[in-house]
DNA sequence: TTCGGTTTTGTTACTCTATACCATGATGCC
DNA sequence: GGCATCATGGTATAGAGTAACAAAACCGAA
């Protein structure tokens, strides 16, 4: 793992969150729809507990939410769930921390780069242009064919710099 | 995990890889004399085992390797190994496959790009022009300061595109 | 509407990855 | 020689992920 990184360490509160959360599962049922994919009651679940914050969430976090709601859960159905998730593009996963975050543009596929704060715990999702295709083409020029690609940065938000972290 | 990939599926094997492990060790000898770490036989052997292979290899594969040398060791052993290694920048760690890899160019720390190929399993360290820059200075104007960065693209080599994965 | 196939979920039991914690030993410095 | 620092041993446990098989839900077609 990175630099040492403490999760959802003090994550920041400013501004409404739920509407995050529900414009989330609203995008995610119209892009199921428009696919045929079944967003069943326990995908659902799980995308909204992932959406609870902006920081990754592990899937045994995921679990424990989960099974507060008295269901009765196991590893599988939560990692059922998020390989349905991360298929449809609903969520992606932080290598670098074994973790899942929700897709804020779930419409159409992309290779998205991300910011890791180390203070908040925050992830932020941002594509940055022309870097994916630099990384195809300069790969493609050595033979190589790419098929997906990772891209975190990890390091300070503005504002737990300001903090002082 | 990304894509499905099997580690070291099918190793290529045409070139005098004692070479590369030598090399390897003698250089990071020479680095760690120059900034007084002390590479004792327990980190060089470690060096050693994750250089087995350009493909990156597990903290619990070089527990294995470890074992059958006759040494009792115990997984904090490699952990404590291989953290000295990666501060001293001699192995890196693959985030997206929670395994470690020698690194090349130990001399002068570096952001390194990595092409991971999913049929041979072999690692590759780039180094794409600009591209760290490019990160950091977009991270930068988001008011992000970035500390350290996480690239790996995944697909085939062009060797395993040729055997026809 | 019932049959039969596909998809989703439940359940158990593991495997693999990683670290906390405490004790012991080596090294180097003054 | 004494002392602090660094390195290792060893146990136990936490955290992440999957294999395998059984049951249930869903869906289209007869």
Request: aromatic share 4%; proline share 5%; hydrophobic share 40%.
């Amino acid at each position: 793992m990175p630099p040492t990184t403490k999760r959802s360490a003090r994550p920041h509160s400013d501004h409404d969150h739920a509407n995050c959360v529900t414009d989330a599962i609203a995008r995610a049922e119209a892009v199921c729809a428009e696919r045929g994919a079944r967003l069943t009651e326990n995908r659902r679940r799980v995308l909204e507990l992932v959406w609870q914050s902006h920081a990754p969430v592990g899937a045994y976090e995921v679990l424990e939410r989960l099974r507060k709601d008295g269901t009765h859960a196991a590893p599988p159905t939560v990692y059922r769930a998020l390989e349905f998730l991360m298929e449809q593009g609903l969520v992606h996963r932080i290598e670098s921390r074994n973790a899942f975050v929700g897709c804020p543009q779930p419409e159409q596929r992309h290779a998205a780069q991300y910011l890791l704060c180390e203070g908040c715990g925050d992830a932020v999702e941002i594509e940055i242009g022309g870097l994916a295709r630099k990384i195809v083409s300069r790969a493609a020029e050595l033979g190589f064919a790419v098929a997906a690609q990772t891209v975190e940065a990890h390091g300070l938000c503005s504002r737990c710099q300001q903090i002082g972290a």
